[in-house]
């Protein structure tokens, strides 16, 4: 209605308003300028400020795509965890060794003393908090989860385990040393975890163990699991 209370005629046709489109690559700068200052940095020095002077941008234009630093800096992980493949050569133990290992590479591209206080700073709110779990923690989950039901396809774990457990136990060391950063992650004690896990699951351990070696086509591959 106008303002002396007349129908206004609508007017056919008309485009709404909308805002100035987002620029695609304007958001891939400022999460690559998020992650350099993050690693010279810190999460807890990072300041938005910095970031949206390294990008070439504004702290209004950062805040209209990510409201809070938390928010931000999540995103800019997600760029660099979830590039992260696992195998798939059919050989089960060769696949969860090197499957894990990726990831355990992919968290050390994060600078330490990172994931523990931006965790704490989500920790008190629920979608903040999912939003960490989901950005950081379910990729690996999930690419582990396909390794192993592919597994079960084979044959070579049982049926009726757990699957959930068994993504805990393979996933908590790569998860919560990433996490406090108390103590490295390396190759061999992940090749140790999975060698404990496997060893209650596997249909025939000691066929795996030799299908493994004979993929890698060396006797010495995976000997801390003879």
Same mark, same amino acid.
């Given at each position: ?7 206004? #005629?609508?007017?056919? %046709?008309?485009?709404?308003?909308? %805002? ?32 949206? *002077?390294?990008? %070439? ?9 990510? #409201? ?8 800019? +992980? ?24 990726? $990831? ?6 994060? *600078? ?6 931006? $965790? ?15 950005? +950081? $923690?379910?990729? #690996? ?29 393979? %996933? ?7 996490? $406090?950063?108390?103590? #490295? ?42």
């Amino acid at each position: 209605m106008g303002r002396l209370g007349l129908v206004q #005629p609508r007017q056919e %046709g008309r485009a709404p308003r909308t %805002g100035r489109p987002r620029d695609p690559q304007i958001g891939r700068t400022v999460l690559d300028a998020t992650l350099a200052v993050l690693d010279e940095a810190g999460y807890t020095r990072l300041t938005i400020e910095e970031v949206a *002077r390294r990008a %070439g941008a504004t702290k209004p234009a950062i805040y209209r795509r990510w #409201p809070d630093r938390r928010r931000l800096v999540l995103a800019a +992980l997600a760029t660099r965890l979830g590039t992260a493949r696992t195998p798939d050569t059919g050989c089960t133990l060769c696949d969860l060794n090197e499957g894990i290992n990726v $990831f355990v590479a992919a968290f050390r591209r994060i *600078r330490p003393g990172v994931l523990e206080p931006l $965790f704490a700073d989500c920790a008190a709110e629920p979608e903040a908090r999912e939003t960490f779990m989901t950005t +950081l $923690f379910d990729p #690996p989950r999930a690419a582990v989860a396909e390794m192993i039901e592919r597994a079960v396809a084979r044959g070579d774990l049982r049926a009726d385990l757990d699957r959930e457990l068994v993504l805990d136990m393979l %996933g908590s060391l790569v998860h919560y040393r990433a996490l $406090f950063g108390h103590a #490295p992650i390396t190759g061999d004690q992940v090749e140790s975890a999975v060698e404990a896990v496997l060893g209650g699951i596997a249909t025939d351990y000691p066929a795996l163990l030799a299908h493994s070696r004979e993929v890698a086509g060396d006797p010495r591959t995976h000997a801390a699991h003879g």
